[in-house]
């Protein structure tokens, strides 16, 4: 028991410092500072991090940073190599350079102008692209959100017993029935593998106070501006929707990309439906281009 208990502390340790690092990709984010996070000596974090994660913990900044910046080099297309760089936490466009290109085998400037619709995450192809309506996407000033998650990695039919614990958590041992579903997407597909693909399932809080335990953490979805669209369909319909809004809509409109995730809320959850039928509102985070 006291292992099973052990255990489950780290991970809910480590799921504070993850978070803690998705907040700060743009700062410098040492080593010693997210030992204290986890409340753990340096050299102990780093053993639990890497054994809960499979990454070490600097591989883990590098490869979460690199992800980000290979969307924002798509997404907004006004902003120059250097601000991207800096906006991930980088030291120098040069080093910027230097790491993108062994990651993704094209150098920023190059994933920009073409490379990134020649670069290949998957070999999955969605036969027929569900049509998206962009004039159905409203502008919204959207309120902080506190949310209960449990993260998830990979993109597949897990997914679905990952809702199906954390469901049952929430109603056996917190009394949390009926609440609403979101989602949070950390990853793109389009460039990120299957098995790297990051997924929060969220529930809104709507003011209940709960503490973190094991797998489930606590975490806000920051208020502010969002583009946001109803919409429905099936699993992969959702591929294409991302792909839409980010590499069609967002360059072409005035606004662009922030540092964040786009989130879902769920009026049908597909990965609880037995027709893996989804209805959704999709939301981005955004700000007005300078």
Not at 21 to 38: F, P, W
Not at 140 to 166: C, E
Not at 176 to 191: A, C, D, E, W, Y
Not at 227 to 250: M, N, P, S, V
Request: proline share 3%.
């Amino acid at each position: 028991m006291k292992k099973k208990e052990t255990k489950k502390e780290h991970r809910e340790r480590i799921n504070e410092v993850q978070y803690y690092i998705y907040r700060n990709l743009s700062n410098k984010l040492l080593i010693d500072d997210l030992a204290k996070v986890s409340s753990y000596s340096p050299y102990h974090f780093q053993r639990i991090f890497k054994e809960i994660t499979k990454k070490s913990v600097t591989s883990y900044i590098k490869d979460l940073r690199l992800q980000w910046a290979a969307n924002l080099l798509i997404f907004n297309p006004q902003s120059t190599v250097t601000d991207i760089a800096y906006n991930c936490g980088f030291k120098s466009s040069a080093t910027f350079t230097n790491e993108f290109k062994k990651y993704y085998k094209y150098t920023p400037i190059e994933w920009r102008k073409s490379g990134f619709e020649n670069y290949k995450a998957n070999k999955y192809e969605i036969e027929e692209e569900k049509k998206v309506d962009f004039t159905k996407i409203e502008i919204k000033k959207l309120p902080s959100i506190d949310i209960a998650y449990m993260r998830h990695q990979g993109f597949d039919k897990t997914i679905k017993n990952v809702w199906q614990k954390f469901l049952f958590i929430l109603e056996d041992e917190l009394n949390i029935k009926n609440p609403t579903m979101m989602g949070v997407q950390h990853s793109n597909l389009n460039i990120t593998s299957l098995e790297e693909y990051r997924y929060f399932a969220c529930i809104d809080l709507k003011g209940q106070k709960i503490e973190p335990r094991g797998d489930i953490g606590i975490c806000n979805i920051k208020a502010g501006l969002y583009a946001t669209i109803e919409f429905e369909g099936i699993c992969e319909d959702i591929l294409t929707l991302y792909k839409k809004i980010y590499y069609e809509w967002l360059p072409s409109s005035k606004f662009e990309a922030l540092n964040s995730s786009a989130n879902i809320l769920y009026h049908k959850n597909n990965y609880l439906d037995s027709k893996d039928e989804f209805n959704i509102e999709f939301r981005v985070p955004i700000k007005y281009k300078d």
